[in-house]
């Protein structure tokens, strides 16, 4: 069925450097990548997203990066600053009528000051 | 404008009790959305409708029902809790029209059954 891979799960950085967390997806007729920003306790917010005809897209200091022919796409931020602190979600959607997400299980980035 | 609501924001039941999960969204949104998020796995989606009177099943949804009877509201029921149903409970909405359609997000129903 479809899939949605994202890796890794943890990630560590200290303030001021980059941060990149990675997605592949299994259905080649997805379209639309949206990335979600979870803080503790709080509603997912969709922070950039993507769609297919475009293969990259930057918003300040986050950038979003899509290879359509090896299926993933990437996360990046810069200058990484302590409110950056989060859970963020990769999902994978098409045109189906239904636009469901299907969600990768989450990375959860600690910025250390 | 309040977005997506989600009432109650707590609750705990007891096994084999029953309840229902109101979500409301002012955004005239046709599709709505009721995951489920447990710790390592994501978000999960139990049931989704793509308008007013009709509902469809996601990936999870062995044990819920759910209902939209109105265009704003998106009801998720649990008609017999079990300990597996703990979790936080999420709703979100989109629009309709054409690809790339973000859905919103409501705070969340944190469920405990014990």
């Known amino acids: 069925g479809e899939n949605v891979e994202q890796h890794p799960s943890t990630l560590s950085v200290q303030e001021g450097d980059s941060a990149v967390i990675k997605c592949t997806y299994s259905?080649?007729?997805?379209?639309?990548f949206p990335w979600y920003k979870q803080e503790l306790g709080k509603r997912p917010q969709l922070i950039i997203d993507?769609?297919?005809?475009?293969g990259e897209k930057k918003d300040q200091r986050i950038a979003v990066t899509l290879n359509k022919t090896a299926k993933h796409f990437s996360l990046h931020i810069t200058e990484t600053q302590p409110e950056d602190s989060a859970v963020y979600f990769c999902a994978a959607s098409k045109d189906s009528g239904t636009y469901k997400y299907i969600f990768g299980t989450g990375t959860r980035l600690k910025v250390l000051a | 404008n309040a977005g997506v609501t989600q009432t109650p924001k707590f609750r705990v039941l007891k096994t084999g009790q029953s309840m229902t999960l109101l979500c409301a969204q002012d955004m005239n949104h046709e599709y709505m959305y009721w995951y489920r998020q447990d710790p390592g796995m994501g978000l999960r989606l139990i049931h989704y409708s793509v308008g007013e009177g009709t509902t469809a099943k996601g990936e999870v949804p062995d044990g819920y029902n759910v209902s939209r009877l109105k265009k704003q509201n998106f009801l998720l029921g649990l008609e017999s809790a079990a300990p597996s149903q703990t979790s936080v409970y999420f709703c979100a909405s989109s629009y309709s029209l054409g690809v790339g359609q973000p859905q919103h997000f409501g705070d969340g129903t944190r469920l405990s059954i014990l």
């Open positions: 259905d080649s007729a997805s379209n639309y």
């Open positions: 993507i769609r297919s005809n475009v």
